[in-house]
């Protein structure tokens, strides 16, 4: 059993910036991709950066050159850097992990219970 805990998010103003954090923890063999989901009001649930365990990344349009996404493997933790946020930007994010399990040895895919981001114009 592999738990996923978020933190970091609140209620800034646009310009500002803030940092997600995604702790996983149970029994984890490794991590293959760890990610950031997103859902803001009235629109469907949105990938928002990738990052893969030896550290390549990929960002959604929206966020691409304002994220940076970033992964500690030793704490089993990726980050989020948000900056120059937008009011676009609210959204609950969810962190995303696909977990090799040490028991079995396969992959699954664990969700945190998500962060609300709030950017007030």
């Known amino acids: 059993q592999v738990q996923l805990v978020e933190s970091g998010g609140g209620l800034v103003q646009a310009g500002g910036s803030l940092r997600l954090s995604c702790a996983a923890s149970?029994?984890?063999?490794?991590?293959?991709?760890m990610g950031w989901f997103r859902q803001g009001p009235g629109n469907q649930r949105e990938l928002v950066a990738v990052?893969?365990?030896?550290?390549?990344?990929t960002y959604a349009d929206p966020v691409k050159s304002r994220f940076t996404v970033s992964r500690d493997n030793a704490k089993n933790t990726v980050y989020l850097q948000m900056d120059n946020l937008r009011p676009e930007d609210t959204a609950v994010y969810h962190c995303n992990a696909k977990v090799i399990m040490r028991i079995r040895g396969r992959e699954y895919d664990y969700w945190g219970q998500g962060t609300q981001v709030t950017v007030s114009p």
């Open positions: 149970g029994s984890i063999f490794s991590i293959n991709n």
């Open positions: 990052i893969t365990r030896g550290g390549s990344t």
